[in-house]
């Protein structure tokens, strides 16, 4: 029999997508074994507050990480967990079995979870690792910000997510310097939420924003020669995927030019012995 757990589930919401929100709360409210807390963080809009047992009004939009910092910085249990407010889970004892992986492994820092869309598929940038496969779990190097499971005392060492990102690449900060700091990420394929599949092309500040927040990573998180390699070598990544698209690379190349104007710190490369560990785990950071 799994024992109880207890797990804070901080649901982020700009208050559009009533059904789902609900939806998603209901599929955490369902999960046996837990004492759950839902704690709902309202970045706009005016959602159904009475969902939740917490409510977060910040008063404006704190972006993702800033709105999942504000969420669980009044969660009152040890697991915190990050879901989408048009996520659900899959099964009513995912957070049970989580919680039971925590209690086994004291140096677990997160989970992340096996995301499938409404066709049952996982997407490329949902997988761990360069060579992952769905169905396969394993160690991991970063996980879906939408859709994970942190222990509170790893989140709080090492200073939860970096609120300026707003969003992207902000999960890949919190990844690495959980790494850095001996805490080991797993990826559960069993554990499994649903999430429609979404581009995030879809969103007109995507090349200049992405571009911007890899300059910033680069700077907080990588020792000097791979910072420069990493920022050159998505720039050649996304001249190569976006050469027919000029509007794109431009946006890239301001976006660049924004981040290293607004750097945001602390500057705190991560040791030579992470690089390694995220090489040998299939991600080495410059990809």
Do not use: K
């Not at 955490?28 to 963080?41: K, S």
């Not at 989408?84 to 989970?111: C, N, P, T």
């Not at 300059?215 to 050649?236: D, F, G, K, M």
């Amino acid at each position: 029999m799994l024992a109880m757990v207890a797990v804070s589930v901080v649901v982020l919401t700009m208050g559009e997508r009533a059904a789902e929100l609900a939806c998603a709360v209901d599929s955490a409210r369902q999960q046996v074994g837990v004492d759950t807390e839902i704690i709902m963080v309202v970045n706009g809009g005016d959602p159904d507050r009475s969902l939740a047992d917490t409510v977060v009004e910040p008063g404006e939009n704190l972006g993702i990480p800033g709105g999942r910092n504000a969420g669980a910085a009044v969660a009152t249990h040890d697991l915190v967990a990050f879901l989408d407010d048009d996520g659900r889970y899959v099964g009513d004892d995912l957070l049970a079995r989580a919680g039971e992986a925590f209690s086994a492994d004291q140096r677990l820092g997160a989970i992340g979870l096996r995301i499938v869309d409404e066709h049952g598929e996982t997407a490329r940038r949902h997988l761990p690792g360069l060579r992952a496969r769905a169905e396969r779990s394993g160690p991991a190097t970063s996980f879906p910000g939408g859709g994970v499971i942190v222990r509170r005392a790893a989140f709080d060492e090492v200073g939860g997510l970096c609120a300026p990102f707003f969003y992207g690449l902000e999960e890949t900060d919190l990844a690495w310097r959980l790494i850095d700091r001996d805490w080991s990420i797993r990826y559960d394929a069993e554990l499994v939420m649903r999430h429609p599949r979404t581009d995030p092309v879809r969103h007109p500040s995507f090349f200049t924003h992405t571009a911007r927040n890899r300059v910033w990573l680069a700077h907080r998180a990588l020792p000097a020669p791979l910072a420069a390699a990493y920022v050159a070598n998505w720039t050649l990544v996304t001249c190569v995927r976006n050469w027919r698209d000029p509007a794109a690379i431009r946006a890239h190349f301001a976006g660049l030019r924004d981040g290293r104007r607004d750097r945001v710190g602390p500057r705190r490369p991560i040791g030579w012995r992470t690089v390694c560990t995220l090489t040998r785990l299939g991600r080495p950071p410059i990809i």
